[in-house]
């Protein structure tokens, strides 16, 4: 059964930058496409970012514009999700997720989680 465990998480303020990373376990990584994906306070779960399994393929939610990275470690099963130039509206729980197909902006198209992680901005 495929787990996943971010970490990295916490507080920052604006302008500031905070990494996250995401192991994953109990399947073969390099088959999965990952994904980055946050919920605010009264919002809807948003993609951050995904990554497909061989790492050059990526997409980004709108709101990104440049400001973060993803990627990911085949061989230590890990994937990273790089923020900067926060915001207070990049305030959220972020999640890791998991899929076997083609990156996709649908949240319900991932079908592992990992229990996310809390990313505060502080104005």
């Known amino acids: 059964q495929v787990q996943l465990v971010e970490s990295g998480g916490g507080l920052a303020q604006t302008g500031g930058s905070l990494s996250l990373s995401c192991v994953f376990s109990?399947?073969?990584?390099?088959?999965?496409?990952m994904g980055w994906f946050r919920q605010g306070p009264g919002k809807e779960r948003e993609v951050v970012g995904a990554i497909r399994w061989g790492g050059g393929d990526t997409i980004y939610g709108d709101f990104v514009k440049g400001r973060f990275r993803i990627s990911r470690d085949n061989v230590k099963n890990m994937v990273y999700l790089e923020m900067n130039s926060l915001k207070p509206e990049d305030t959220a729980v972020y999640y890791c997720?998991?899929?076997?197909?083609?990156?996709?902006?649908?949240?319900?198209?991932?079908?592992?989680w990992g229990q996310g992680t809390q990313v505060t901005v502080s104005s």
């Open positions: 997720a998991a899929r076997t197909g083609t990156y996709s902006r649908r949240y319900l198209d991932y079908g592992y």
């Open positions: 109990g399947g073969t990584f390099s088959r999965y496409t």
